[in-house]
């Protein structure tokens, strides 16, 4: 049986969903532990017991955010070492594959990213070319280091809650020698929005919506979904860059995608498209995105969303 | 100064693309240079032309690693103002993932900096088919260099260079001593087309060819047996076709409702 290590990056006052769904594939594999950067708050300790994690492996040093990547895979490294592990999980965000890279290379471990669905013997499957194909993957090492997609599975608790223990794990002293230094970090307001890249829906909005992305924002409070944007609505400045869907930006599966004045260049597609359900509405009936949508809406979308907007409500009471 | 950028020759994201061969390794007949690579060869000229350009000795070196057709990516980038061009071509180097090849590209750096080593290797934030973004950092690691990824702006100051890079919560300032490994992001800059000029003087630029035996290494440790993964399956999926498509006659948002609810997704 494996032994699983699922790094869980800053938990903050209780796990996050997709740290839960990671909990969840390792015990799929074998016995699970993790390990915990950051300060570990009692509601996200109780998570880990209840999602099964034999045991808690921390780092020496508490500035480990103070740095890039670099004393994070350093650390994890040696909490292989100290576990055993064969498996090793993270998140797929951009700093997730960046540590797995690094760890990847210190441990002489294979390392997969963007996988979607993991075997009991280790199999990795994930989609490429931008979600033209399916593919299944493995590595060949002792150890391999998978990245997993947030929204791959349910998240389910372990059908009795373990009582893991802590074990400090020494970093080594050249740890944090060659990195480079976090020297300010400016929080971004939150919007109170359900995270972008795990949301189960997605309103999106594109040069389209020239500046005014109220009435996707009504839109996406009535459906309780993310607030996503082309490029060129990024590049102009009326949303931030973290909303951006697309190659440069985020890739997103949602069970729905809500296009809305937006072309559907490739790069845009590249992020989207395979989103369970793709609605478009745009009022060029030429646009690319219609090739892909399961409904398109010629039309204004000032006129459309508002009126789906009032209808939702209407309907939910 | 003396910076590699990294280039790389790749599908043409504008056309279908497709998985080849028994190690389902990408097809590369209709490739090009990987359009996010010309922001890190833009931010490379930018902070030579800075410094004096060509005529104070600095220098902008695009290295490209893949098969005899790569050596275009080279070519353009000379033409866009690289000083300089490296190919890096081996047949063992056929099939790498992320390790082997940035293993192959460690041993190359080290081997165009064996007289003055490189101030700063830039590359793009991912390839645009691989896509993993795994090989800038385990470049770094590599080499014992710190690495600072996806920067939406770089600065140099002396030996010391800063970066700011946008995450989802938060927008950091990130701080290193060169030499350092940097991947820079589409928001960087506006990349600069080849013009006439350009196109002319790179006819004149030099093209270096190394084998993995000119860099030492063995070939045993890239390409398929040198890599750490395996694809086993590849599936391509069926295409997207368009569902149905209604034109707004005043009532599209109702009927936008009455879909969603029979998808059950309200
Ligand atoms: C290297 C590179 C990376 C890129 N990465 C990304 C990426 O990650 N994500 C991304 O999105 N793009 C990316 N792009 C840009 C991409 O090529 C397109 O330029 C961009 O997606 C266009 O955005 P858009 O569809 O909002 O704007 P446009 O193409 O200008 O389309 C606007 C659409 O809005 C419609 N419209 C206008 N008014 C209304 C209205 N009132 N109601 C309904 N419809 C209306 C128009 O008919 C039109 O179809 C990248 C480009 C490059 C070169």
């Known amino acids: 049986m494996a032994k699983v290590l699922v790094f869980i990056d800053n938990p903050g006052q209780a796990l996050k969903k997709s740290s839960l769904e990671l909990l969840t594939i390792a015990r799929s ?10 300060e570990l708050h009692d509601a996200a300790a109780a998570a880990l017991a209840a999602y099964g994690a034999e045991a808690l492996y921390v780092p020496s040093a508490a500035d480990l955010d103070a740095y890039l990547v670099g004393p994070k895979a350093a650390f994890l490294a040696a909490a292989v ?66 990245t997993v997609k947030s929204n791959s599975i349910t998240p389910e608790p372990a059908a009795s809650a373990t009582a893991p223990e802590s074990v400090t794990v020494q970093l080594p002293a050249d740890a944090t020698a060659a990195s480079a ?137 | 100064m003396k910076i590699i950028v990294l280039v790389k020759h790749v599908p043409d994201a504008q056309f279908d693309r497709h998985l080849t061969g028994e190690a389902n390794t990408v097809d590369r007949s209709e ?41 275009n990516a080279v070519k353009k980038s000379l033409q866009i103002g690289a000083t300089e061009g490296v190919h890096l071509s081996d047949e063992a180097l056929a099939g790498s993932d992320a390790a082997a090849t940035s293993l192959a590209l460690a041993a190359a750096i080290r081997h165009l900096g064996a007289d003055t080593p490189a101030d700063l290797i830039l590359t793009g ?52 001593e060169l030499p350092a490994v940097v991947s820079v992001t589409d928001q960087i800059n506006d990349p600069r087309y080849p013009n006439f000029k350009g196109i002319m003087a790179a006819k004149k630029k030099t093209i270096t060819t190394l084998s993995l035996a000119d860099i030492g290494v063995d070939p045993a ?22 569902g149905t498509i209604i034109t707004d006659d005043g009532d599209a948002g109702i009927q936008l409702v009455e879909f969603l609810a029979a998808q059950k997704l309200l």
Do not use: C
């Open chain 1, 29 to 38: 594999l074998g016995e699970t532990v993790a390990a915990v950067n950051g």
């Open chain 1, 81 to 146: 070492d100290a576990a055993g592990a064969d498996v090793v999980m993270a998140e797929n965000s951009a700093e997730g594959k960046e540590i797995a890279a690094r760890l990847g290379i210190r441990l002489g471990a294979g390392v997969i990213t963007d996988v979607v669905a993991v075997d009991a013997d280790g199999t990795a499957h994930k989609s490429v070319l931008a979600g033209s194909y399916t593919t299944t993957a493995k590595a060949t090492t002792p150890v391999s280091v998978l």
């Open chain 1, 181 to 317: 230094r976090v020297t300010a970090r400016n929080e971004k307001p939150a919007s109170g929005r359900p995270d972008l890249a795990e949301a189960r829906i997605v309103v999106a909005g594109g040069r389209g919506v020239d500046g005014n992305f109220g009435p996707l924002e009504e839109l996406a409070d009535a459906l309780g979904a993310a607030i996503g944007a082309s490029r060129a609505a990024t590049d102009a400045g009326w949303i931030g860059h973290d909303a951006q869907v697309g190659q440069t930006g985020k890739t997103v599966s949602p069970q729905l995608y809500i296009s809305a004045g937006i072309s559907g260049a490739i790069q845009q597609k590249a992020g989207m498209q395979t989103a369970k359900v793709i609605v478009a509405v745009n009022k060029d009936a030429e646009s690319p995105i219609f090739e892909i949508a399961d409904f398109g809406i010629v039309g204004d979308l000032f006129q459309v969303l508002p009126q789906a907007t009032a209808e939702i409500k209407k309907r939910k009471g």
């Open chain 2, 31 to 71: 490739s090009i240079l990987s359009e996010l690579d010309e922001y890190a060869l833009e931010a490379a000229l930018q902070l030579i032309e800075a410094r004096g350009g060509e005529a104070a000795g600095n220098k902008v070196i695009a290295l490209s690693m893949g098969p005899a057709g790569a050596v």
């Open chain 2, 125 to 176: 934030m991912a390839s645009t088919d691989g896509e993993t973004s795994l090989v800038p950092a385990q470049l770094a690691e590599r080499l014992g260099l710190p690495q600072v990824t996806f920067a939406a702006s770089l600065e140099l100051d002396g030996g010391k260079l800063t970066a700011r890079r946008d995450g989802d919560t938060h927008a950091d300032t990130i701080e290193a």
């Open chain 2, 221 to 242: 440790h890239v390409g398929t047996s040198g890599s750490w993964t395996v694809v086993e399956t590849a599936e391509a999926r069926p295409p997207r076709t368009a």
